[in-house]
């Protein structure tokens, strides 16, 4: 058997008829690695219709970057949360693990050109921006507001009140090129009652938090919701479900998910609810819902406590279940 792995094939022109070709070769498996969701034209596809296989890989997750580290993720005793900064504070790429014992700022630097190469090599070169200036400010935008529900219309809106001025047409067409690159990914909204998907207010989630480094800053602690938000995103993606946000009449539900077998299921995710207050208000979106389907709560509150038929888990915990 000859193994052919073919990286980044998508720049060359006509390489769906490559591929096709040397698939009608005996005795030969071929692997095509990439980084752009174009990789599977609609040519390709088109050809190779039924005869392949595609996998998605997500970067670390917290469960297999505890044993990249090391780190014996049975221990009930470990300081998960302690371990957990750490995860979001460095990144989720396997690379960052050799990089630990060099410091924090080799991460940084390995970050930076990553994040460089991938908007400069397989984005803007690619798709001929010339306007690097408000695609730059358009990632920082989206970077700001993880887990908030934009859409092209508002967010032009909001850089134009910041004084740059990019129409709305522009920035649906660069929040596609970014989706394509897997930087951030697209969660659309699902109406719990009407049982739809709908088409606007979308979320945006980033591939991994280490790159909010690079983009916004260290100091990140007022946004650490929506950071675990994003975590428990990429998680649920890597178990194979399909996922939405989940609208409600009043309220939304972070996320409505689907699992292989079609079952359903919702999760609502905090940082804490320490106070009254939060608790409520974290537990009402999904009381709201009056179907039998199961609910989660996901915090970080070493206590939990069922309420409603809702059940309350240790984020960490639900991280580390496997």
Same mark, same amino acid.
């Given at each position: 058997?000859?193994?052919?792995?073919?990286?980044?094939? @998508?720049?060359?022109?006509?390489?769906?008829?490559?591929? &096709?070709?040397?698939? +009608?070769?005996?005795?030969? &498996?071929?692997?095509?690695?990439?980084?752009?969701?174009?990789?599977?034209?609609?040519?390709?596809?088109?050809?190779?219709?039924?005869?392949?296989?595609?996998?998605?890989?997500?970067?670390? *997750?917290?469960?297999?970057?505890? @044993?990249?580290?090391?780190? &014996?993720?049975?221990?009930?005793?470990?300081?998960?949360?302690?371990?957990?900064?750490?995860?979001?504070?460095?990144?989720?790429?396997?690379?960052?693990?050799?990089?630990?014992?060099?410091?924090?700022?080799?991460?940084?630097?390995?970050?930076?050109?990553?994040?460089?190469?991938?908007?400069?090599?397989?984005?803007?070169?690619?798709? %001929?921006?010339?306007?690097?200036?408000?695609?730059?400010?358009?990632?920082?935008?989206? *970077?700001?507001?993880?887990?908030? $529900?934009?859409?092209? *219309?508002?967010?032009?809106? +909001?850089?134009?009140?910041?004084? $740059?001025?990019?129409?709305? +047409?522009?920035?649906?067409?660069?929040?596609?090129?970014?989706?394509?690159?897997?930087?951030?990914?697209?969660?659309? %909204?699902?109406?719990?009652?009407?049982?739809? $998907?709908?088409?606007?207010?979308?979320?945006?989630?980033?591939? &991994?938090?280490?790159?909010?480094?690079?983009?916004?800053?260290?100091?990140?602690?007022?946004?650490?919701?929506?950071?675990?938000?994003?975590?428990?995103?990429?998680?649920?993606?890597?178990?194979?479900?399909?996922?939405?946000?989940?609208?409600?009449?009043?309220?939304?539900?972070?996320?409505?998910?689907?699992?292989?077998?079609?079952?359903?299921?919702?999760?609502?995710?905090?940082?804490?609810?320490?106070?009254?207050?939060? @608790?409520?208000?974290?537990? +009402?979106?999904?009381?709201?819902?009056?179907?039998?389907?199961?609910?989660?709560?996901?915090?970080?509150?070493?206590?939990? $406590?069922?309420?409603?038929?809702?059940?309350?888990?240790?984020?960490?915990?639900?991280?580390?279940?496997?």
């Amino acid at each position: 058997m000859n193994y052919i792995f073919l990286d980044e094939i @998508q720049n060359i022109p006509d390489f769906e008829k490559l591929v &096709d070709g040397l698939y +009608a070769t005996e005795n030969t &498996d071929i692997y095509i690695t990439g980084s752009n969701a174009n990789l599977l034209s609609s040519e390709l596809a088109t050809l190779l219709s039924g005869r392949y296989i595609e996998i998605s890989i997500l970067p670390f *997750s917290f469960a297999e970057y505890l @044993q990249g580290r090391s780190i &014996d993720i049975s221990n009930k005793y470990l300081n998960y949360e302690a371990l957990f900064y750490d995860y979001v504070n460095e990144t989720s790429l396997p690379k960052g693990i050799d990089l630990r014992d060099v410091g924090y700022d080799k991460i940084y630097e390995y970050l930076n050109a990553l994040y460089e190469t991938i908007i400069e090599k397989d984005i803007t070169q690619r798709h %001929r921006i010339n306007d690097k200036r408000a695609f730059s400010n358009l990632v920082k935008f989206l *970077s700001n507001n993880i887990g908030n $529900q934009v859409s092209p *219309s508002s967010i032009s809106k +909001a850089l134009k009140a910041d004084n $740059q001025n990019i129409h709305h +047409a522009t920035v649906e067409k660069f929040i596609e090129y970014l989706v394509e690159s897997f930087v951030f990914y697209r969660v659309n %909204r699902f109406d719990i009652k009407g049982k739809k $998907q709908l088409a606007t207010l979308e979320k945006y989630y980033l591939v &991994d938090i280490g790159l909010l480094n690079v983009l916004v800053g260290r100091e990140r602690t007022s946004d650490r919701g929506h950071i675990l938000e994003n975590i428990v995103y990429l998680e649920l993606l890597r178990r194979g479900y399909k996922v939405w946000t989940g609208r409600l009449r009043n309220s939304e539900v972070d996320f409505t998910v689907k699992n292989s077998n079609g079952e359903i299921e919702y999760y609502q995710v905090s940082w804490e609810i320490s106070n009254a207050d939060t @608790q409520k208000r974290e537990f +009402a979106p999904l009381e709201t819902i009056k179907d039998n389907y199961p609910k989660f709560l996901l915090t970080t509150d070493a206590f939990t $406590q069922n309420k409603f038929g809702i059940i309350h888990k240790n984020v960490f915990e639900w991280l580390l279940e496997i």
